[in-house]
DNA sequence: CTAGAACTTCGAGCGCGCTCGAAGTCAAGC
DNA sequence: GCTTGACTTCGAGCGCGCTCGAAGTTCTAG
């Protein structure tokens, strides 16, 4: 328990996002991280306030689809400076754009489903 | 091209859902079919239009991430008849609350992917 | 000094949902 | 009769995203 240092072990950061321990380590392995992450003397990771918003935004990324690849990409940019605004806005564009279309059929599909439900909740018709 | 007879081969099929052969043949191993897949002379299966209305609904569950083991649950329920109805309404409930919190979470994701769209649409704040 | 908990690295393994390729069969057209 | 092409079965393979376990280190408390 870390009294109040903005510094943050890895089972704080695996607690505020839902993510494991495990996955965190992945991520970073991955290359998903912006910024290298600390370590304290003891070798033991410590996370930054920034490290968190950045983790939660990726989640964010990747609870809406983007391949683990594309979240390297846009990484690899946002390291890479003000140089590549733009590359980072258009990927986030094209992401936004599959969410939207993935938004629509997942409702298209929930309708579906209820009209499925609808036909079982009328006791006479089989469905 | 077969011209009126209501059957459909696997290819026909395969272009009217948009799922590959493939997966159609893996569908069925997988115990997903509600009725037995008829066969031609031939040995080719021959869907009839009862066989694509499913697989159009199951294609919709499976695109609101019910897992294969699930729909497979839910063929065996329907194949059993009537007694089940109450067993597959509840299936489908039970996975219409997940697919309505899906729903939430990714238009969550989706308001934070646009406000990081907005701030770099703002030339001057860097995101 | 010791025990325990929390961390470390590394690489292997896994579950899901397809995806594919090999080898064979069948019907239709030339 | 022969070729072409769409189909068949079967089992293996794959890509993704974790998930886990082993073995070692370090800090903290008792």
Redo the contacts with the bound molecule.
């Keep these: 328990m870390t009294p109040h240092t903005e510094e943050l ?4 950061v695996a607690e505020r996002t839902g993510l ?4 965190l ?3 970073e392995r991955a290359g998903l991280m912006l910024a290298p992450i600390q ?7 410590t996370y930054t306030a920034a490290d968190l918003t950045w983790i939660t935004f990726l989640t964010k990324l ?1 609870s809406t689809g983007l ?3 594309q979240v390297r990409a846009y990484a690899d940019l946002a390291r890479l400076g003000d140089e590549t605004r733009a590359d980072r806005l258009e990927l986030l564009q094209r992401h936004r754009i599959t969410v939207v279309a993935q938004l629509a059929e997942m409702q298209a599909s929930l309708a579906a489903i209820d009209y499925k439900i609808s036909l079982y909740a009328r006791k006479d018709t089989p469905a």
């Design positions: 072990a890895i089972s704080e494991t321990v495990h996955t380590r992945y991520y370590r304290a003397s003891s070798r033991h990771r990747r391949p683990i690849s």
